[in-house]
């Protein structure tokens, strides 16, 4: 593999293909929250986290990306866990934007409902309408 | 009060606090010229009894009715009101010993006069603690325990 | 009777100095320091100094050194000085020569060839003191995969796993080899470091009762104080098939160190030597080494990981991957620098290969065989410094076990006696005027300033080559470069030469 984009492609589709995991789970693996965070969750989302970054340890990524990955299944979103990259969503009615900046999305939006700045540790997943009932956001 | 309390399980009998306690009341307060050239010798008001398998630091207990003021004929013994320190004024002292007659710890020491701990004059810790290498001796309020 | 051998060292005293308050005296176990008759002047005898150093650092005045005492022999590469005053005391003795600590023989250090990566343009570093690192390590074995429910809710079943705030942890000293008040120290740190001590074979002293959630505890050859309650008072056990200072034969405990309370931890008569056997006596085969691991499993009701740890020796790869056949969670590897209380001095200097090399192709091997996720890797065998722990986990270790780092910092000077029992510093002695020289209270605090130092050092490290989790260093071989290394070399440790 020659470049990042390989490399992240080679992980989601490991993960996704050969683990049989969810998209967003596959997310979860790439860009963990830190251990702090774990420490103040509830039980059951501290279980996942704790087994995720003991199994997958070798899996999070570093360096700093902003990463949109599409598929049959969905549209993701990814940050760097650091957040050193610019990536904003933006939804109104069942459609989705993704961008580096608000800007952008209000060229093609003006009038967006919801508008945020995607955040390191937490990926965000928009399933395509058909597959909803499979999968949970 | 704090006072100087010694742990006989964590003692060395190395006598580091003799060393520094000299170098403490010595005029030169250099640990080399203080036990080696100054005359007259100054007197380490703290001393280890025992061996290496046990020792302790004993010095005085600024105790809370201390029978060397009591004994002191001059008045040069006395207890300060505010920091309970027990010590002795020098210009009155005559070196009777009378006090180190009646100390039941055996810690004065003769000199010219009547030499005892003074807990380095209220320092925030005293020589023999602060150069203890093991804190075998530790400076606390045990609220006039024992 | 002559002695063949010059002695060792001198004491140097500062007469100019020397204020004769005899604390050398009092203080010396090989007796070196001396009052004349009239009790006034401190003289020196130096035979049978060893170089501790105690009464250089307790003189108030600084007035002690020593220095090797230099008696020329003629020039000779071959019949060094050494090897002639070897010979010298086998004759005089008729046994086999004793030494304690890692071998002190100039073999090549591998760590001092390897060089780190640091992040520069392509990659940014990470301030350490501005974004969290992550050091938390996790030991123990890793299903393949994880299960879910859905995002948030796993539904995979793990093996038990231990939780470490740093990669760092205190490797095997048993109490009898070192003093309660060592090991207390040892245990007291470990509970506020948030990582564990190994109690060595030495068995469990009841004072460290409080520690047992923060103890290894090892079953060894000589099974000395093994049963149930023994076993569920620890946060792991460790079989130990062999030491990197002496792999292929048992722990050692000279007569002069087994007290009344060594003998009662470890049922054996007062002042006999404890040798343990070389093998395990029921373990003839990698079976029964499977058999011993499902047994202990079986008694702490698989609520605890089982680790084996093995010596570095030629075919580390295949044992390593043995082990984990075997059912082992964590395998340690123990490199031939590691220390001892007591080995023989053939075998240390001669036996195993460096920790280094044994690493990397052991977790090589487990990544070909793709078993690598089924076992945590502890790597042993010297770790001088930050450098090297950051090194090893590059190399593919999880964790390091550390010993004769803490015990440095508690005041050992490295003066590879302790199976004299004499040891000046409280540490590798029973004796009680010599043990108490040792306040817990003290050294634990020395001991967790060194090891959070080397925490910070690591988060630095790792913030310089931009990353901020272990996770992201370990097995990352890419991360280092070899300086001066052979092309074997280079292979073995599966990393490119600097300037690739």
């Known amino acids: 593999m020659?470049?990042?984009?390989?490399?992240?492609?080679?992980?989601?589709?490991?993960?996704?293909?050969?683990?049989?995991?969810?998209?967003?789970?596959?997310?979860?693996?790439l860009t963990a929250p830190e251990w702090d965070e774990i420490d103040r969750m509830d039980k059951e989302k501290k279980e996942y986290f704790t087994n995720l970054r003991a199994i997958y340890n070798g899996?999070?990524?570093?360096?700093?990306?902003?990463?949109?990955?599409?598929?049959?299944?969905?549209?993701?979103?990814?940050?760097?866990?650091?957040?050193?990259?610019?990536?904003?969503?933006?939804?109104?009615?069942?459609?989705?934007?993704?961008?580096?900046?608000?800007?952008?999305?209000?060229?093609?939006?003006?009038?967006?409902?919801?508008?945020?700045?995607?955040?390191?540790?937490?990926?965000?997943?928009?399933?395509?309408e058909i597959y909803e009932k499979e999968d949970d956001g | 009060m704090k006072r100087v309390y010694a742990k006989e399980e964590l003692c060395l009998n190395c006598r580091l606090c003799e060393v520094y306690c000299k170098t403490s009341h010595s005029v030169s307060k250099d640990v080399l010229k203080a036990n080696k050239y100054e005359v007259p010798a100054p007197i380490s008001r703290v001393t280890v009894y025992g061996d290496n398998f046990s020792s302790a630091a004993v010095n005085c207990r600024h105790c809370d009715k201390p029978k060397c003021v009591q004994a002191c004929i001059t008045g040069a013994m006395t207890k300060d009101k505010k920091t309970g320190i027990v010590c002795v004024n020098e210009e009155k002292c005559i070196g009777c010993m009378t006090c180190l007659a009646v100390c039941p710890f055996g810690c004065i020491k003769t000199g010219k006069f009547a030499l005892k701990c003074d807990l380095c004059q209220g320092e925030d810790e005293p020589a023999c603690v602060k150069n203890c290498p093991n804190r075998a001796i530790v400076y606390i309020d045990l609220g006039g325990a024992k | 009777?002559?002695?063949?051998?010059?002695?060792?060292?001198?004491?140097?005293?500062?007469?100019?100095?020397?204020?004769?308050?005899?604390?050398?005296?009092?203080?010396?176990?090989?007796?070196?320091?001396?009052?004349?008759?009239?009790?006034?002047?401190?003289?020196?005898?130096?035979d049978h100094c060893v170089a501790c150093h105690r009464c250089v650092d307790l003189c108030p005045t600084g007035a002690l050194r020593i220095e090797k005492y230099i008696c020329d022999y003629r020039d000779n590469a071959n019949w060094t000085p050494a090897y002639q005053q070897e010979i010298c005391r086998q004759a005089a003795t008729g046994g086999t020569l004793l030494s304690a600590m890692g071998t002190p023989k100039p073999y090549p250090i591998y760590w001092d060839k390897i060089l780190l990566n640091a992040s520069q343009v392509t990659n940014p570093s990470i301030d350490p003191l501005r974004e969290p690192m992550e050091i938390r390590t996790i030991l123990g074995r890793k299903p393949e995969k994880l299960t879910v429910a859905q995002k948030g809710k796993s539904t995979t079943e793990m093996p038990p796993q231990v939780v470490l705030e740093t990669p760092i942890m205190f490797s095997a000293m048993s109490f009898g080899s070192i003093s309660l008040n060592a090991q207390k120290s040892l245990a007291m740190a470990a509970k506020n470091l948030g990582t564990l001590f190994n109690t060595g074979e030495g068995g469990l002293h009841p004072d460290l009762k409080e520690y047992t959630d923060c103890a290894v505890v090892q079953v060894a050859s000589?099974?000395?104080?093994?049963?149930?309650?023994?076993?569920?008072?620890?946060?792991?056990?460790?079989?130990?098939?062999?030491?990197?200072?002496?792999?292929?034969?048992?722990?050692?405990?000279?007569?002069e160190k087994v007290n009344v309370e060594v003998s009662n931890a470890r049922m054996i008569p007062e002042g006999?030597?404890?040798?343990?056997?070389?093998?395990?006596?029921?373990?003839?085969?990698?079976?029964?080494?499977?058999?011993?691991?499902?047994?202990?499993?079986?008694?702490?009701?698989?609520?605890?990981p089982v680790c084996v740890k093995i010596a570095a020796v030629h075919n580390v790869a295949a044992i390593a991957s043995g082990c984990a056949r075997a059912g082992a969670d964590i395998i340690a590897i123990d490199g031939f620098r590691g220390g001892t209380g007591a080995a023989p001095t053939r075998i240390r200097d001669n036996v195993g290969i460096p920790i280094?090399?044994?690493?990397?192709?052991?977790?090589?091997?487990?990544?070909?065989?793709?078993?690598?996720?089924s076992v945590s890797l502890v790597a042993a065998g010297s770790f001088r410094c930050s450098a090297d722990i950051v090194k090893a986990i590059a190399l593919g270790a999880d964790a390091c076990y550390c010993a004769s780092a803490p015990l440095i910092a508690m005041?050992?000077?490295m003066c590879q006696t302790c199976n004299t029992g004499k040891c000046n510093w409280g540490i590798a002695t029973q004796r009680p005027e010599l043990t108490k020289r040792l306040n817990p209270d003290m050294m634990h605090e020395r001991v967790e300033n060194l090891i959070h130092a080397w925490n910070h050092e690591i988060k630095e490290i790792m913030g310089g080559m931009g990353i901020n989790s272990i996770d992201s260093l370990r097995g990352n071989r890419l991360m280092l470069r070899g300086l001066g290394l052979s092309e074997k070399e280079l292979e073995i440790l599966g990393i490119k030469h600097a300037g690739e």
């Not at chain 1, 093609?108 to 540790?121: D, L, N, Q």
């Open chain 1, 59 to 128: 899996a999070l990524v570093n360096g700093p990306f902003s990463v949109i990955l599409g598929s049959n299944k969905g549209l993701l979103a990814i940050n760097d866990r650091l957040k050193l990259r610019s990536l904003t969503a933006a939804t109104k009615g069942d459609r989705a934007y993704f961008a580096s900046e608000e800007s952008a999305i209000r060229i093609i939006c003006p009038e967006p409902e919801k508008v945020w700045s995607v955040s390191g540790a937490d990926p965000v997943f928009v399933p395509l």
């Open chain 3, 272 to 304: 006999s030597d404890a040798i343990s056997p070389a093998p395990h006596h029921d373990i003839y085969s990698i079976e029964d080494l499977r058999q011993l691991i499902w047994s202990i499993k079986q008694a702490t009701d698989n609520k605890k």
């Open chain 1, 2 to 29: 020659q470049t990042d984009t390989e490399v992240i492609t080679y992980l989601f589709d490991h993960l996704i293909r050969h683990h049989g995991l969810p998209v967003n789970v596959a997310a979860d693996v």
């Open chain 3, 222 to 255: 000589g099974r000395f104080g093994v049963h149930k309650d023994y076993l569920k008072n620890s946060r792991f056990v460790e079989i130990k098939i062999g030491q990197g200072a002496k792999p292929g034969i048992g722990g050692h405990l000279p007569g």
């Open chain 3, 1 to 46: 009777m002559i002695n063949y051998i010059p002695r060792r060292f001198t004491v140097v005293r500062d007469r100019e100095l020397c204020i004769d308050c005899g604390c050398c005296v009092r203080q010396c176990s090989n007796e070196c320091h001396y009052f004349s008759d009239d009790g006034k002047t401190a003289l020196v005898k130096s």
């Open chain 3, 411 to 413: 005041g050992c000077h």
């Open chain 3, 356 to 373: 280094e090399l044994a690493l990397a192709t052991a977790d090589q091997r487990l990544r070909d065989e793709g078993i690598r996720s």
